[in-house]
């Protein structure tokens, strides 16, 4: 009974103490509760209008115009060595091969190629090169123009059902490379032949800052802006497509220059 008492005793005790912190502490206990609320209350909002913001961005994304169909499509890379396949007829043999192989094989309904697909690149300048426009002047070294030299196979804008806006897509004579032809996007159809048709026009390379002779190429068509960073971002804004297989300066396979891509592509399905 002693020990029970004792214990009695110091709950009573503890009881009283804790009854007279509560009666003191009340008024400030409640205002303390309230701004925890309030708090609670401001990062919720914070969170629905974060949440807010990224289903906006992601909704600008999702209609963002790429310029292509991205659906129902099939990719793979392929990189042949350069000890074998160092020659455009080495690599545009392989490749025809193969792609005639695949457009065989059940619902393959188009197979394409190229060098770069869209956003598969951290930054596109490794595959640009300076250009100039025939009949205007010409630029000084520091403020040449730049471009994307894009190599692709015949079926390639029909594979990403990319739109021919004006003009007409590359035919098995461009394919061969007796015609020095182009394809030019939107942005440098618009920035160099303002209220202009296009077609026809010429630009060129400059060929001689390696060693090699300039060029005239003839812009048989234009295609919408095809991203290959973000969707909302691009290094180089000017684009440029030629026939794989046609021979460039800048993308030509050759033993003494490392930084070809030609032969390592991509084939789309």
Same mark, same amino acid.
């Given at each position: 009974?002693? *020990?029970?008492?004792?214990?009695?005793?110091?709950?009573?005790?503890?009881?009283?103490?804790?009854?007279?912190?509560?009666?003191? %502490?009340?008024?400030?206990? !409640?205002?303390?509760?309230?701004?925890?609320?309030?708090?609670?209350?401001?990062?919720?909002?914070?969170?629905?209008?974060?949440?807010?913001?990224?289903?906006?961005?992601?909704?600008?994304?999702?209609?963002?115009?790429?310029?292509?169909?991205?659906?129902?499509?099939?990719?793979?890379?392929?990189?042949?060595?350069?000890?074998?396949?160092?020659?455009?007829?080495?690599?545009?043999?392989?490749?025809? %091969?193969?792609?005639?192989?695949?457009?065989?094989?059940?619902?393959?309904? *188009?197979?394409?190629?190229?060098?770069?697909?869209?956003? %598969?690149?951290?930054?596109?300048?490794?595959?640009?090169?300076?250009?100039?426009?025939?009949? !205007?002047?010409?630029?000084?070294?520091?403020?040449?123009?730049?471009?994307?030299?894009?190599?692709?196979?015949?079926?390639?804008?029909?594979?990403?059902?990319?739109?021919?806006?004006?003009?007409?897509?590359?035919?098995?004579?461009?394919?061969?490379?007796?015609?020095?032809?182009?394809?030019?996007?939107?942005?440098?159809?618009?920035?160099?032949?303002?209220?202009?048709?296009?077609?026809?026009? !010429?630009?060129?390379?400059?060929?001689?800052?390696?060693?090699?002779?300039?060029?005239?190429?003839? =812009?048989?068509?234009?295609?919408?802006?095809?991203?290959?960073?973000?969707?909302?971002?691009?290094? =180089?804004?000017?684009?440029?497509?030629?026939?794989?297989? !046609?021979?460039?300066?800048?993308?030509?396979?050759?033993?003494?220059?490392?930084?070809?891509?030609?032969? %390592?592509?991509?084939?789309?399905?």
């Amino acid at each position: 009974f002693r *020990s029970l008492a004792l214990a009695k005793t110091n709950l009573a005790s503890t009881l009283r103490s804790e009854g007279g912190l509560v009666a003191t %502490s009340g008024p400030q206990r !409640q205002r303390l509760q309230q701004g925890l609320i309030v708090f609670q209350l401001a990062l919720a909002s914070l969170l629905l209008f974060g949440c807010v913001l990224l289903a906006r961005s992601f909704q600008t994304l999702e209609n963002a115009p790429l310029g292509f169909n991205p659906r129902g499509v099939l990719i793979t890379d392929l990189y042949l060595p350069d000890s074998k396949y160092g020659t455009i007829p080495q690599c545009r043999a392989f490749f025809d %091969s193969l792609m005639a192989k695949v457009a065989a094989l059940p619902g393959v309904k *188009s197979v394409g190629l190229t060098d770069a697909l869209p956003f %598969s690149l951290d930054d596109n300048e490794g595959f640009a090169g300076p250009f100039g426009v025939v009949g !205007q002047p010409d630029p000084d070294k520091g403020h040449r123009p730049r471009t994307t030299l894009e190599m692709i196979s015949l079926d390639y804008f029909h594979t990403l059902q990319i739109p021919i806006l004006e003009g007409r897509g590359f035919d098995a004579v461009d394919y061969q490379g007796s015609n020095r032809v182009v394809i030019v996007n939107r942005a440098l159809a618009d920035a160099y032949f303002p209220g202009q048709d296009p077609i026809g026009k !010429q630009i060129y390379d400059f060929g001689d800052v390696i060693g090699r002779p300039r060029t005239n190429y003839t =812009i048989i068509g234009v295609v919408p802006t095809i991203y290959q960073v973000t969707p909302t971002q691009q290094h =180089i804004q000017f684009q440029t497509y030629y026939p794989f297989g !046609q021979p460039h300066p800048f993308r030509t396979p050759d033993r003494d220059r490392k930084s070809t891509r030609l032969n %390592s592509s991509h084939i789309t399905i």
